[in-house]
């Protein structure tokens, strides 16, 4: 059972177009990661969030925590080719261990 | 700075036989992960480890076994391989405590025909 519900699924998009893609529990995350996987590689961390309502900026990727700390956003400005990749989010459950969503897999087209 | 390191990349099997796939990290860390990976179900934790000689399972356990006699080392087996466990096995670690970022080796593509 997932709980983590990640949209939209997949994302095609052109280079210069924004986009932003979601990640919502029905329950609340002590903290969330955003991470992105490559084709033939493993998942790698670009942020974690832990404060309701926080905002975090990684060059053109903005990430942010709903205030109720259920829901996180991702915000690419002005994709481009090298953002081509799956978006996980994960939340931490017991013992160190995280739950991923499903992913969006995002696709920018030059 | 090796990392983490997981062996084979590829493997192909067939149904019945016992596989084990093995997981190596360089940084001494507490937790270590077997994950797999597939469309539609994003990834899904098998096994767990937090230090050497401590297990437990994760979601989908079934079929699989697993130990850690070193804390570098962490090898899946699946003990009689099923086409259900075809996928893209990954690995990873993280230090624990306040942080949980995992790192995660490169992946094994599995199939089992």
């Known amino acids: 059972t997932q709980l983590l519900k990640q949209s939209p699924q997949f994302l095609s998009i052109q280079e210069g177009e924004n986009l932003t893609v979601y990640c919502n529990s029905s329950?609340?995350?002590?903290?969330l990661q955003w991470y992105r996987q490559e084709p033939g590689e493993g998942p790698v961390l670009l942020v974690t969030?832990?404060?309701?309502?926080e905002v975090k900026k990684l060059k053109r990727l903005t990430f942010q925590f709903g205030d109720a700390r259920k829901d996180s956003s991702l915000h690419i400005t002005a994709a481009q080719p090298g953002d081509t990749g799956l978006y996980l989010c994960a939340k931490e459950t017991s013992g160190s261990r995280l739950t991923f969503g499903e992913g969006t897999q995002l696709t920018v087209n030059p | 700075d090796a990392g983490i390191t997981q062996s084979p990349r590829y493997k192909i099997t067939e149904t019945g036989r016992q596989v084990t796939l093995m997981c190596h990290q360089t940084w001494s860390h507490s937790y270590m992960f077997w994950y797999r990976q597939d469309l539609g179900h994003g990834l899904r934790l098998i096994y767990y480890?937090?230090?050497?000689?401590?297990?437990d399972k994760g979601e989908v356990p079934d079929g699989y076994v697993v130990s850690r006699s070193k804390t570098e080392n962490f090898p899946l087996t699946l003990e009689s391989a099923t086409r259900s466990q075809t996928s893209v096995y990954f690995c990873?670690?993280?230090?624990?405590?306040?942080?949980?970022?995992?790192?995660f080796g490169p992946g094994t593509r599995l199939t089992v025909l």
């Open positions: 969030v832990v404060t309701g309502g």
């Open positions: 480890s937090a230090a050497a000689d401590i297990t």
């Open positions: 329950s609340v995350f002590s903290s």
């Open positions: 990873a670690s993280s230090k624990g405590g306040t942080s949980n970022e995992q790192f």
